[in-house]
């Protein structure tokens, strides 16, 4: 009756009016269809402070989901995890004078660590890391890792800036010089180049397309994650467990655990995330499992009271400060938001597929089923 009504009135408009109006209903028609294709897009926008392992995230996703790594990029990374060496020697060789340790081989290593932060240096004038990266400067970072003053002053290395694939990368350098040399996904996934501005990377799964954001969690980066903020689907939040004996580099007396804490407590209280699921990644499980072992968590957070070597207990202590602070913030009308947490290993490729697996699950039962997509 309503149609037959609706077609009675439609025949008294003009033509005009009937153009309006067919256009009119276009565009409501058109708006509709967007909403639904904006809501098969699922957005995670990824939070966390600095070297929390969000890039590397981003990387196990283009191995998983993407198309990987071509060469073009490898020859990006090659010159990367140069910079990344060369940095990562200067940082120990400037560490041996802040902390007075000596050299075991005095006259030989002075001759190499100037060297090494010559190099350093050289980078600010803009010199091809390919050209300053020769067999000489590949021979004085690995006469330097065997010394042991360098590694007395690499085991202190809690007491400065020092990153965590140091280790890994001083150990590849007989592999690293070859002119042959392609970085293997494992040395692309320890490289380490901190991200400024908003990278966003897209992957299609299940006829879902899932668009990812990681912006800089260095703090001077933070002013831009407003810009992020709205239509998110899920807050995948990562805080490293190996920060707990750490200070943050912006501010030497801030520990980077209380940093992480406070962030995540300041986000989640965003009216922009009411509807948001989040998601925290407790990362770097293998460093944690390591550093445990000889750095106690109660130096920094007296109110542990576990097993001092237990990395199950002491992980599962760093997860329930993360989880209260949903109780201190939820007021007295609303319960506390659920969180979805997770242990993570960033640089493990089979861990990070299977608990992505687990999240996409959960996001897609939990946002998309009033579509049947499901």
């Known amino acids: 009756m309503s149609s037959t009504f609706e077609k009675f009135c439609s025949c008294l408009l003009s033509a005009e009016e009937r153009a309006q109006k067919e256009n009119s209903a276009a565009i409501d028609n058109g708006l509709k269809k967007q909403k639904v294709e904006m809501d098969k897009e699922l957005k995670l926008l990824l939070l966390g402070t600095g070297e929390s392992g969000k890039s590397t995230f981003i ?33 120990l060789v400037s560490a041996m004078d802040m902390l007075y340790i000596s050299y075991e081989h005095e006259k030989n290593c002075a001759v190499h660590s100037k060297l090494i932060k010559d190099i350093d240096h050289s980078d600010e004038k803009n010199v091809d890391i390919e050209d300053a990266f020769t067999n000489k400067v590949a021979e004085a970072v690995s006469i330097l890792w065997d010394d042991d003053g360098i590694k007395q002053c690499y085991d202190r290395r809690r007491e400065y800036q020092l990153t965590d694939s140091a280790k890994y990368f001083f150990d590849r350098i007989n592999d690293i010089i070859h002119t042959n040399y392609s970085p293997s996904e494992q040395d692309i996934l320890r490289s380490r180049v901190p991200t400024e501005g908003i990278y966003e990377y897209v992957f299609r799964l299940e006829r ?66 009411q509807r948001a699921s989040i998601i925290i990644f407790l990362n770097k499980t293998d460093v944690f499992e390591e550093k445990i072992m000889y750095s106690r968590l109660t130096d920094y957070f007296p109110h542990y009271t576990g097993d001092l070597y237990s990395a199950l207990e002491a992980r599962d202590f760093i997860l329930q400060m993360f989880t209260d602070t949903t109780s201190v913030t939820a007021t007295d009308q609303q319960q506390p938001k659920p969180i979805y947490s997770h242990f993570t290993c ?20 939990t946002h998309l089923r009033e579509f049947n997509l499901v």
């Not at 191995?63 to 990006?76: A, R």
């Open 59 to 91: 990387k196990q996703m283009r191995i998983i989901h993407g198309q990987g790594f071509n060469s073009e990029d490898q020859m990006m990374y090659r010159g990367i995890i140069k910079k990344n060496i060369i940095s990562s020697m200067n940082t």
């Open 208 to 273: 879902v397309d899932f668009r990812i954001i990681d912006v800089g969690g260095q703090r001077k980066e933070r002013r831009k994650w407003i810009h992020c903020f709205e239509h998110v689907t899920s807050i995948i939040f990562l805080s490293a467990l190996s920060e707990y004996d750490l200070v943050l580099q912006e501010s030497a007396n801030q520990n980077r655990m209380e940093e992480s804490l406070h962030l995540f407590r300041t986000i989640i209280c965003y009216p922009w995330f």
């Open 346 to 365: 960033a640089t493990d490729t089979q861990n990070i597929k299977f608990v992505f697996n687990s999240v996409r699950d959960h996001i897609l039962h």
